[in-house]
C-alpha cells in the first residue's frame, strides 16, 4: 500500500509534467490564484482518490491532512472555482493519464450508463440547474432528478471517457452521439475520449442487432450486448457466461 506522501508525489510529478507539455492556458487579468495549475488539477484528481461523498468533506480532509503540502489552500468556495475553471486542463490531463497506462493494449473498453442525482425529485419547484438537470429514472436510484452519464471503461478499471446528458435521456441514441464523437473528434468535446481499440462491451440495454450494424458501418464501433428476447440472435451460454460478469463489474 502507497503510503500518502508517496501518492502525493507521484501524483503531483506525473500532474505537472503533462501540464508543461500541453499549451499554456490563457491568464486571465486579476490577482493570482492562491494555487498554481498544477496544484488545482492534482486536487481535483485527488478528491476522486477516495470517493469522498461531497466536495466539504473533501475539503475537510483536505485542510486536516493535506496542510504540508498545501500551505495556501483557499476556502472550499474558492477551491470549487478554481476547479470548475480547470475543467478543460483536467480532462486534457485525465486523457494523458489514459494513455499511460495503456489504453491501446486493452482488448474491448466496457461501455455503461448510471444516474447521477443533484436533487431531491420530491422537493417542491425548480432547482438550480432547472433545463439542464431532469426527472429520469435508473435500477440504482429509482426516480431522481440530474444527470445519465455515459462512461467507456478498460477492463483494469480505467475510465477513457465520459458523456453528460439530462436524466431522461435513453441510452441507446446518446450511444449514437458518444461513439459519433469519439470517431470523428471534436475539440470541444475532449471528455468523450478516443474509439476504442477492440470492441465495446454492454449489457442489454444497449441491445439492438439493427443498431449494432449501424454503430459498426457509421462509426467503426463494434458493440457487443447481448440480446433480451431476440432467439435468432441469441447468445451461446459460455458467451453469457464470460461476458455478464465483466458488465456487471463496470
Known amino acids: ?13 506525473l500532474v505537472d509534467d503533462s501540464i508543461k507539455s500541453q499549451p499554456p492556458t490563457t491568464r486571465h487579468p486579476g490577482p493570482l490564484a492562491s494555487l498554481s495549475e498544477s496544484e ?3 486536487l481535483a484528481m485527488l478528491s476522486q482518490w477516495k470517493q469522498f461523498p461531497s466536495e466539504r468533506i473533501f475539503v475537510r480532509y483536505a485542510r486536516k491532512h493535506l496542510r504540508p503540502a498545501f500551505p495556501t ?10 476547479i470548475r475553471a ?7 490531463v485525465g486523457q494523458h493519464v489514459v494513455t499511460l497506462l495503456g489504453r491501446m493494449d486493452q482488448p474491448y473498453e466496457v461501455v455503461d450508463g448510471m444516474g447521477v442525482a443533484v436533487r431531491n425529485n420530491r422537493r417542491i419547484g425548480r432547482g438550480w440547474l432547472d433545463g439542464i438537470a431532469n426527472t429520469g429514472t435508473s435500477n ?14 478498460t477492463r483494469s478499471g480505467v475510465v ?12 441507446p441514441p446518446y450511444t449514437d452521439d458518444c461513439l459519433a464523437a469519439r470517431a470523428y473528434p471534436e475539440a470541444w ?3 468523450v475520449g478516443r474509439a476504442a481499440v477492440g470492441p465495446y462491451l454492454a449489457d442489454r440495454g444497449f441491445e439492438g442487432h439493427e443498431r449494432h450494424r449501424q454503430w459498426l458501418a457509421d462509426f467503426g464501433a463494434e458493440v457487443l450486448a447481448p440480446p433480451r428476447n431476440d432467439r435468432t440472435h441469441a447468445w451461446p451460454a459460455d458467451w453469457q457466461a ?6 456487471a463489474r463496470s
Open 140 to 153: 440504482r436510484l429509482g426516480w431522481y432528478d440530474g444527470f445519465h452519464i455515459l462512461t467507456a471503461v
Open 242 to 247: 464470460w461476458h455478464a460478469p465483466i458488465c
Open 160 to 171: 477513457t471517457g465520459y458523456a453528460v446528458a439530462p436524466a431522461s435521456t435513453k441510452e
Open 1 to 13: 500500500m502507497v503510503d500518502l506522501d508517496t501518492f502525493l508525489t507521484t501524483l503531483y510529478v
Open 86 to 92: 480547470a475543467h478543460d486542463r483536467i480532462v486534457a
Open 73 to 82: 489552500l483557499p476556502h472550499r468556495s474558492q477551491i470549487n472555482r478554481l
Open 40 to 42: 488545482v488539477v492534482m
Open 189 to 191: 468535446l475532449p471528455m
